[in-house]
Every structure is written in structure tokens, then in C-alpha cells.
């Protein structure tokens, strides 16, 4: 029942409409109850006895076992054909394409063959096909001798090529899932890793080169290891010109809209890059052209990256003097159902610190109260980071609010549980924040003198404001704020943008 429900889940409504039509079709007989079940599942009912008892009167039914066998088989076909009819219709013809060539191959037809195997090898160079392109050459090497006409030399040549190219593909592939499954056992399980080391030691037989011979798939996978590597160390600014460089290979690309869900991927990396390198106006350029992409080919991609454009898109307007605009847009998506549930999470945080940082203090305690489960159950769906941040910012609204018992347990328990992780990433800064959150808490007076801004001071030295991170000056601005009893929202500004 759990696997049919969470395909059903990610049906929006016109694929209902579409699989509802699938199945009438499909059904031989006017007595099949599988859209029935289809419509009780679609409208929430998950209760397997109550959906039971409506279609058969009977809380346990063999036959009820039966259908929903056979509902989960059609809900697979249909997802399938969906995805061949949307996304894979140019692999298939090309598939069609070598099937037939290879019949008239055997039937010794070799003109109308070649013909046919020439239109598919235009199709797969076009879409950066490398693995179909091996078999295309594959069948032509293997019938050269009997057709004269094919210059068996030229084709072994090209054969070699699209191998170089495959081969860099799958390694570019190994090389990111290995990075992947590292920076998980970071965020997801809150593991201590030396990223850096790991990073050199598996590109360090690599020869990987940035050129326009790269498929999207290959130059999303170059970036998003670097991107990796940002994430883990928060150093944005050294991977800037790395991703904006490669960026421009992909602008000189021709038919720029093929392997399109790789191509939105790099834009969103670079419209993010931006953004933590505090560069808000140009990335909203890139996030107005990664909206475009989204509509390409029936904004086949459009609902798969929503969210992650709408985060970045409302944290540039927040840090860039458009709070209003910010919270408007984080709030009127975050209404809408979807499956991608970190960056709903990460949205949810994002809209608690617009209201912190406009000072509404009240409306980001009614976010906080939304995140009612364990941080063990948030480090495994957002993240430790993710963990870390909603704990500071759930540790400064109890201050805020004057609500000691909450902030004295809280706190209490936020240094038994991350003390010793922040200490082995050496990230001790935020236990001295919040050490200085503790002392104004306490004494509030204290904040303004000599000695407690001085000490403020050298705890947070950093050499370049461009190369710090960003989310770790905004919590630097509340104390700043505090210190000057200014206006928080301004004061983040004025910091983030010297």
C-alpha cells in the first residue's frame, strides 16, 4: 500500500486525469474496481480496511489484495510510457531505427541499412547519445566489409572518439556518486571526514579536461563535484570562476535545450554559486534564465526544480532589500504539495529567518512549531547543517521571546549533542556565538561595553567579508545588532554587503 500511495503522490492532477483515462482503456470488463481504488487513494484514504470495506463490503478480501496488485503493475506501465512518450522518445526511434537497419543488414539490404543507421547516427550525435552511438558504429563496422561503399577506416576513427567520450562520461559518473555517497555521510549522518583529501585523492587519476565535447550530463557532473566541495567547506568564492568558465562551453553549444534537465541542474549551481558569493542581482539573472529552461518542452522539468528556484530566487530578494517580496513568494509556494521535502524544509527555514530578521518574532515561533520532529529524523531528510542552523535560530527566538526554560534546555542540549561534531570541524565559532548569545541573555547591559566588543571582535575575525559565509555573517549581525541597537533586517544588510 506505502509504494502505491507514494507513486500516486507525485501524480498532479492531470496525471490523474491521464491514468484514469489509461485505465478505462485498459479495462476489459465495467465491473473492475481498480479505478475506485485509484480515486480513494488519490483523495488521501490510506486506511486499508476502510478502502476494503467500500469496495467489497468486507474488511479482508483476497480479491482487494489482487487489485491492488494489479493497480501498483499499471501505475509502473503507465509511468513508463509516460516517461518514453515525454523524455526517452528520441532513444527509442534511434532504437527503432538500428532494429530495422539490423534486419535489412541480415537480409543483405545494405543500402536502405546504411541509410537508415546514417539518420540514426545524426539523432544520437545530436543528443550526446555516446552509449546508443556504440552500438550504431558497433552494427556498422561489423557489415563495412560487405558494402564496399563505407569507409571501414573513417567509422573505426569515429568509433574510437564516441568511446573517449562514453568513458569520460562514466567516469565523471563514478567519480560523482563516490563524492555523493561522501558528502551524505557529512550532512545525513553527521559523520567527520576530511572532504578535501578525499576529493584530491579520486581526482587524482583523473584526467578530466573542460571542453566543448562534453555532454550536459559530463559538465553537470564536473560542476556539481565542485559544488560538493563548496558545500562541504561553505568557500563559494573559489569555485566561482571554475563554474562560470565551464558555463560559457555550454553557452557555445549548439541545440542547447537537449539533455535539458542536466542543463537546468548547472544553472541552478551557478545561480546558487552567486548567491553564497553575495553576488544577488547577476544570480537573479541566472534564476530569471533557469526559469526559462523550465519551460521548455512542456515544462517537462518545471514542477522538478520549483523549489529549488524559488528558494534561491527569495533568498537574493531577502538579502538584497526585497524582505516583502521574499516572504511573499516562500509563503505562496510552500502552500503547494510536492515531493522534493529538503528544499520545502529548506524553504520552511529560510521564511523563519525573513521573519526573525524583519523582527517578527511571534510569526517565526509559528514556523519553528512546525518542525515537530527529532533532529535525528531532520539530519537524515535536510541534514546536519540544516540541524545546526534551525537549532541557533530556534536558541535566539527563545532569547528574543525571554522564554528561559525553553532556551536553557534547548541550549543544554544543543552542546551535548553537537559540541564535540563542531569541535572535529573545526567549527568553533559557533559554540563561541553562542556563548556570547548566553552572556547577553544573562546580562544584557554587558553587551555594550568595551570589553565584550572587543572580545566579540577577535572571536570573529575573518580576513575578506566577500570570501565569508553567508548564513554565518547573518548570525554574527544579530549580536551586531545588538551591540548597536539598531534595526536587525539593516543591520544584515550593511554587513553582508560591505
Not at 516517461?83 to 532504437?95: C, K, P, R
Not at 531532520?378 to 532556551?407: M, R, S, T
Amino acid at each position: 500500500m506505502i509504494a502505491i500511495k507514494t507513486i500516486i503522490d507525485t501524480f498532479s492532477s492531470e496525471d490523474q486525469q491521464k491514468f484514469i483515462v489509461y485505465l478505462e482503456q485498459k479495462n476489459k470488463r465495467k465491473d473492475t474496481k481498480n479505478i475506485k481504488l485509484f480515486k480513494l487513494l488519490a483523495t488521501g484514504e490510506d486506511n486499508s480496511k476502510a478502502i476494503c470495506n467500500q469496495l467489497y463490503k468486507t474488511n479482508s478480501n483476497n480479491a482487494y489484495h489482487a487489485l491492488r496488485k494489479r493497480l501498483f503493475q499499471s501505475l509502473i506501465d503507465f509511468t513508463a510510457n509516460k516517461n518514453l512518450e515525454d523524455e526517452n522518445s528520441i532513444d527509442m526511434q534511434i532504437i527503432k531505427y538500428i532494429l530495422a537497419s539490423r534486419t535489412y543488414l541480415i537480409q543483405k539490404n545494405y543500402e536502405i541499412a546504411y541509410k537508415i543507421l546514417d539518420k540514426a547516427e545524426r539523432l544520437a550525435d545530436e543528443h550526446l547519445l555516446f552509449p546508443i552511438l556504440n552500438e550504431i558504429y558497433h552494427t556498422k563496422i561489423q557489415y563495412a566489409p560487405n558494402y564496399p561503399k563505407i569507409d571501414l577506416a573513417q567509422l573505426i576513427i569515429k568509433q574510437k572518439e564516441n568511446q573517449k567520450k562514453h568513458q569520460l562520461e562514466d567516469q565523471l559518473n563514478v567519480v560523482y556518486a563516490k563524492l555523493k555517497s561522501v558528502l551524505n555521510a557529512i550532512s545525513y549522518e553527521g559523520k567527520v571526514i576530511n572532504f578535501e583529501q578525499i576529493l584530491q585523492d579520486t581526482l587524482k587519476d583523473s584526467d578530466i579536461k573542460i571542453s566543448e565535447s562534453l555532454s550536459f550530463k559530463s559538465l553537470y557532473q564536473i560542476l556539481a563535484i565542485a559544488n560538493i566541495s563548496a558545500l562541504v567547506t561553505t568557500q563559494y568564492f573559489q569555485i566561482e570562476g571554475f563554474v562560470m568558465k565551464s558555463y560559457e562551453l555550454l553557452k557555445n553549444k549548439k541545440d542547447t535545450d537537449k539533455q535539458l534537465y542536466y542543463q537546468i541542474h548547472i544553472v541552478y549551481i551557478i545561480a546558487n554559486t552567486l548567491f553564497r558569493n553575495k553576488k544577488f542581482e547577476v544570480s537573479l539573472h541566472y534564476i530569471e534564465e533557469m526559469e526559462q529552461l523550465m519551460l521548455l518542452k512542456r515544462s517537462i522539468y518545471f514542477k522538478d526544480f520549483i523549489l529549488k528556484k524559488t528558494l534561491v530566487e527569495a533568498l537574493n530578494l531577502n538579502f538584497n532589500n526585497h524582505q516583502k517580496e521574499a516572504i511573499d513568494l516562500v509563503e505562496s509556494i510552500i502552500k503547494i504539495k510536492h515531493n522534493d521535502l529538503e528544499s520545502l524544509l529548506d524553504l520552511h527555514l529560510s521564511l523563519l529567518m525573513f521573519y526573525f530578521q524583519k523582527e517578527d518574532f511571534l510569526k517565526a515561533k509559528s514556523i519553528l512549531s512546525q518542525f515537530y520532529h527529532t533532529d535525528k529524523w531532520y539530519i537524515e531528510k535536510a541534514g546536519i547543517d540544516w540541524v545546526i542552523k534551525k537549532n541557533l535560530a530556534e536558541l535566539l527566538l527563545y532569547i528574543e521571546l525571554q522564554e528561559d526554560d525553553l532556551f536553557y534546555s534547548r541550549l543544554k542540549s544543543f552542546k551535548r549533542r553537537y559540541s564535540d561534531y563542531l569541535k572535529q570541524i573545526d567549527q568553533l565559532r559557533i559554540l563561541k556565538f553562542l556563548s556570547f548569545a548566553e552572556q547577553y541573555y544573562l546580562k544584557p547591559e554587558r553587551i555594550k561595553t568595551d570589553d565584550f566588543k572587543n572580545k566579540v571582535k577577535i572571536a570573529f575575525e575573518w580576513t575578506k567579508v566577500n570570501e565569508e559565509d553567508i548564513f554565518v555573517m547573518s548570525f554574527y549581525a544579530w549580536l551586531k545588532n545588538k551591540m548597536e541597537d539598531g534595526n536587525l533586517y539593516r543591520t544584515t544588510l550593511r554587513l553582508v554587503k560591505k
